[in-house]
């Protein structure tokens, strides 16, 4: 009776055993994949800020003024330029 006992409570042992490898296995690759994951949000994050700055910089006015000078051959408004619509007097 005692020699099953023992089968039993070893056969138990050995699984727990078992068990906790395993645990300690997933454990292990959970771990890894969140430092995987950490890192690729801080890479992510370093690319959006060079986007904001990418972006402030091109949307600055001296930079589309200059574009336009140069690329389109426009100039600026002068008065002299300027041609005003007044609405017509009613009759």
């Known amino acids: ?3 099953k006992i023992n089968l039993v409570l ?3 042992l050995v699984a727990c055993g078992l068990s906790l490898v ?3 296995y997933q454990a292990r690759h959970l771990f890894i994949e969140l430092e995987c994951t ?3 949000a801080r890479q992510l994050d370093i690319e959006w800020a060079q986007l904001q700055l990418d972006q402030s910089t091109l949307g600055k006015h001296a930079r589309i003024e200059e574009i336009a ?6 100039t600026p408004l002068t008065a002299a330029r300027t041609q005003y619509l007044t609405p017509e007097a009613s009759k």
């Open 10 to 12: 070893t056969i138990l």
């Open 22 to 24: 395993n645990a300690q």
């Open 38 to 40: 950490q890192s690729q």
């Open 1 to 3: 009776m005692s020699g």
């Open 69 to 74: 000078r140069r690329d389109l051959n426009m």
